[in-house]
């Protein structure tokens, strides 16, 4: 007798081999050469909590580094690794040569096919739960055993990871000195995988309150958050610019910095304008002319940064060293 799945779950299955295709299609990297490795030495840690995200941890730190030193979170973007966005962003180099640990959280393909960090699913990003408290433990374990700063702590994220550095800010702004969300996504946009790419393609709508609500409302507590910059390629095809603008009235809402305060800078490779008053934490927006979905870096004839990863653009302006500059590490 040949066993048949009732209709309902039959439907179901169709529904996920469909979205599956579908994200398939929306984050599938250009066709180049394969990326090339980091020559960083990464160390793996196997046990730094409950790490009920089920995630993979990965640091690198500089031989000489001093107690007190700054920690750096980089969370990739899907189809990345931390091997691939470090060897063509080059953040290990800047890490030796400024003196800061560099903290890599990877997602397994066990947790999401495309190895993205899954900012979509509430269980994955609600406070002290799923990938969200991983990352967590892992930032207090390598604070800890490296006897990082903790009130040096700075988190960047592409993508997926943007999205989930987003998240991580929403709930545990303490825990940061500054963040960078690059062709990130908004808190709280999305609530499955269907809704995700939907805001990703057209933009994503913004709750009645407005989106800074969907930061505030995760805790009754008057909270300051960190200064913020978001990031974005005026040539997205994968995340719709409107995010970008979606994530900084969101901040601004969240931070209660007044958006009429603004200074717009015209720079060659796009436009930078900031906002805050004076001895306010500043929220940045930098928007990158001609620029696709990905992570720019400066490249030159004396560097390969951006080669062999194609998430990781060749831009006119260099995210790391402004992070850098941001940050003052």
């Known amino acids: 007798m040949m066993f048949r799945f009732p209709k309902s779950l039959s439907k179901v299955l169709r529904t996920q081999r469909k979205l599956s295709k579908l994200f398939e299609v929306k984050v599938q990297a250009p066709r180049r050469k394969a990326a090339r490795t980091t020559d960083a030495i990464f160390e793996t840690t196997s046990k730094f909590g409950s790490n009920p995200g089920r995630l993979l941890m990965k640091s690198f730190v500089p031989q000489d580094l001093l107690p007190k030193s700054p920690l750096v979170v980089v969370l990739h973007g899907c189809r990345q690794t931390p091997e691939s966005f470090d060897a063509a962003?080059?953040?290990?180099r800047l890490a030796k040569a400024r003196g800061f640990a560099v903290l890599f959280p990877q997602q397994t393909a066990s947790n999401n096919p495309h190895r993205c960090f899954n900012w979509f699913r509430p269980s994955a990003v609600a406070r002290d739960r799923g990938e969200l408290l991983s990352i967590k433990q892992m930032i207090a374990h390598a604070c800890s055993k490296h006897r990082c700063n903790r009130s040096r702590v700075f988190i960047v994220g592409l993508s997926a990871g943007g999205a989930m550095a987003a998240a991580l800010v929403a709930n545990y702004p303490d825990t940061f000195a500054g963040a960078a969300f690059v062709a990130g996504m908004p808190v709280g946009s999305a609530r499955d995988a269907l809704s995700a790419l939907g805001a990703m393609n057209r933009g994503a709508t913004a709750p009645s309150s407005g989106w800074g609500s969907n930061v505030t409302g995760l805790s009754d507590l008057k909270r300051s958050y960190p200064p913020i910059s978001v990031w974005q390629g005026t040539l997205d095809t994968v995340v719709n610019p409107k995010n970008a603008d979606a994530m900084l009235e969101?901040?601004?809402?969240?931070?209660?910095?007044?958006?009429?305060?603004?200074?717009?800078?015209t720079k060659s490779w796009g436009m930078r304008r900031t906002w805050g008053a004076k001895g306010r934490n500043p929220v940045v927006s930098y928007s990158i002319n001609g620029m696709g979905h990905g992570f720019p870096v400066k490249r030159t004839s004396k560097n390969s940064l951006g080669a062999g990863d194609p998430y990781v653009l060749a831009a006119g302006v260099s995210a790391p060293l402004e992070l850098m500059h941001l940050w003052g590490i």
């Open 89 to 92: 962003s080059g953040i290990t």
């Open 250 to 265: 969101q901040w601004l809402q969240a931070s209660n910095v007044d958006p009429l305060i603004q200074r717009t800078e």
